[in-house]
């Protein structure tokens, strides 16, 4: 770090130099403006950018070396992450078959990439979503009302032996996954941006606040797909009605302490999200319950259940680690932004 003493000038003003190289580097003249923005640790953020639009950036991909559409897939995930504006895949002979599969279910996966140019031997993807336009906290509730809706239908097509509900369940699994690469993007442009970090009035920490909450979210649902999962080779057959009752219970009460959650974070209850970390107890007493029910059943059905009923606690307390972030994150900010109360 570079130490730089302030100096008084003209009987009340205080005025620090700045590094040559990076004026320098930014290629700042006399008379030019700059922005001077406090951030939340006190700190003074010196940019160029004041209402310049981010510079776009592009991410190249050459396929020589890359033959697995899966790896593929990853590095484009990872470009559309990191925020870049455009995404070139290039090769120099014709591209192979399996790049435009790779590519059309990226563009299906993500939210605002569409393919802008396309010859034999590359193709060019552009981000045509303005982040601003998709606050965090409204795809955090969608989320939360995927997530929620999944957990409640993985039981009831549990209870009911509906294949077709379940397997609407693992297709609304990759909505929640697309929501959620949204937010690291929105994180990881906010954290490089501070021009964008104004304009959606949504500070670096928070931001990180709003990717955390988004991967645990992310998880949950993971768990209700993971129910219909391993449900397949008992939905053929019938179950034991107390067993499946017991994890209709253990369920409502999984769901409840997610639902409490979302409703702490959003109103900045403290108290409310302590709480409904406590309510863990009744939830785990519960699932040693049915464990204990599960193991007199048959060899299958035992490993099955026992499966479900772990996925059903472990989304409960995904859900509890909801109401610790918000605990953290009250405990850490002084000035605590002003979020639209949400009813229980």
Known sequence: ?????????????????????????????????????????????????????????????????????????????????????????????????????????????????????????????KDLLNPAEMPFENTIKRMFTIVKAMHEDAVTALRTQNQTLASDVTARDNDVDRLHWLIARQTNMILSNAALSRKMNVSPVMALHYFTISRIIERIGDHAERIVSIAQPILARKTDPVILGKIAKASELSIGIFDRSIVSFFNNDMKKANHNIESMRVLKTLCEEINSIVLRQETADAIALGYINESVKRAGEYAADISENVINYLVEEDRLPKKKKLKN
């Open 1 to 125: 770090m570079e130490l730089r003493k302030v100096q008084f000038t003209g009987g009340s003003s205080y005025v620090l130099t700045l590094p040559k190289e990076w004026i320098d580097e930014q290629n700042i003249k006399k008379n030019d403006s700059l922005g001077v923005e406090v951030q939340p640790d006190g700190t003074l953020l010196i940019t160029r950018s004041i209402d310049r639009e981010p510079a776009q950036k592009t991410k190249e991909f050459d396929l020589a070396g890359i033959t697995e559409p899966a790896y593929l897939f990853r590095l484009l995930i990872g470009a559309y992450i990191s925020g870049y504006s455009f995404i070139v895949i290039h090769s120099q002979e014709r591209l192979p078959p399996f790049v435009r599969e790779v590519v059309r279910n990226f563009t299906q996966m993500t939210i605002g990439q569409e393919v802008i140019e396309e010859t034999d031997t590359e193709i060019m993807l």
